[in-house]
């Protein structure tokens, strides 16, 4: 493992193709259920292929016993690892047999002075095409002792495939599964970054948004919440428990438009390495608030590390 990585073992990354928030909760939800392994979790889709992206997502569980078992990591740490084609490499669009012949007519033996250098610089050039056309390889840990159930594609999915299958990038759409699957790997974060404080998340939360509500919505991802620390928040020194949090507004805009904004600021601490990985997860984070006359409010909030030198 490099020493650039940082990991927790309650943070999971996932292949998930095309699938959808909701197939991939139900997917964490049917394997609790089977298993009887209680935990929590919370997942978010960060991009799904079907937009054209690489579909990816993060998944965060509560039970290291969970986390374990789906990565095949050992008691003492360590892993055992396999290799496997990378399940979201995509072919070129044209097919081999073409790209090769192109290859051929392009490199002729009369642009060369001799017929070996002709034979060494084509056989170079097919190296490079046979490496374009192979897929990539990846690790991942071997023969974890669970797996995510699969999940079954809609029709939205099913012709994202089809259209796929058309191309000749996996299959002959005869071809198509009816299914989806889940490939499971640890979550990693970069230890240093320069110019953010990555044990800090700052966003911009609304006026009804209080310190408490913030607090019990990040506790749920640390470890330790009872161990008090002598902080300094708002310019008060203090004795408080992880995450910290601290609220503050300025003005900004200009003229007429000129208002104050709300901003929190979240600590986490530097020693476990918490604020750097729950970001993975709560970038963008639903807040809801049951008010006493039974309304409900909610706002989408955007967290991101502390940036050196920022308000």
């Not at 959808?20 to 997917?27: I, K, V």
């Not at 290859?103 to 490079?128: A, F, P, S």
């Not at 002792?145 to 990038?169: C, F, R, S, V």
Request: glycine share 4%.
């Amino acid at each position: 493992m490099s020493k650039a990585t940082y990991i927790n073992k309650h943070y999971l990354y996932i292949w998930s193709g095309v699938a959808t928030q909701e197939q991939l909760d139900q997917s964490v939800l049917s394997l609790i259920t089977t298993t009887g392994i209680c935990s929590k979790f919370k997942s978010v889709i960060v991009a799904e292929r079907i937009k054209g992206i690489c579909g990816y997502s993060y998944l965060w569980v509560e039970s290291e016993e969970l986390y374990n078992k789906l990565t095949g990591m050992k008691l003492d740490g360590s892993y055992d690892f396999m290799e496997i084609d990378n399940p979201i490499w995509e072919a070129p669009s044209i097919s081999y047999d073409v790209a090769l012949a192109k290859l051929e007519k392009d490199i002729r033996v009369e642009d060369y002075d001799n017929e070996w250098l002709w034979m060494q610089d084509l056989d170079g050039r097919k190296t490079e095409l046979d490496q374009k056309y192979k897929p990539d390889r990846i690790s991942i840990p071997a023969k974890p002792e669970l797996k995510l159930p699969p999940y079954k594609y809609n029709a939205i999915q099913k012709a994202h495939w089809i259209e796929d299958a058309k191309k000749g990038t996996q299959f002959s759409a005869d071809d198509v599964p009816s299914h989806g699957s889940f490939i499971v790997s640890y979550a990693y974060y970069s230890r240093d970054k320069p110019n953010i404080n990555q044990n800090v998340l700052r966003g911009r939360i609304p006026n009804w948004v209080t310190e408490s509500d913030i607090k019990s919505i990040f506790a749920q991802f640390i470890e330790d919440t009872t161990t008090e620390h002598k902080v300094v928040v708002n310019k008060t020194k203090k004795m408080e428990t992880y995450p910290i949090v601290a609220i503050t507004s300025r003005r900004e805009g200009r003229g007429r438009n000129k208002r104050f904004v709300r901003y929190v600021y979240v600590s986490f601490d530097p020693k476990k390495g918490e604020g750097r990985m729950v970001i993975l997860i709560c970038r963008k984070l639903y807040i809801y608030k049951r008010l006493r006359s039974g309304k409900i409010l909610s706002q989408l909030c955007i967290f991101n590390h502390h940036r050196i030198n920022q308000y």
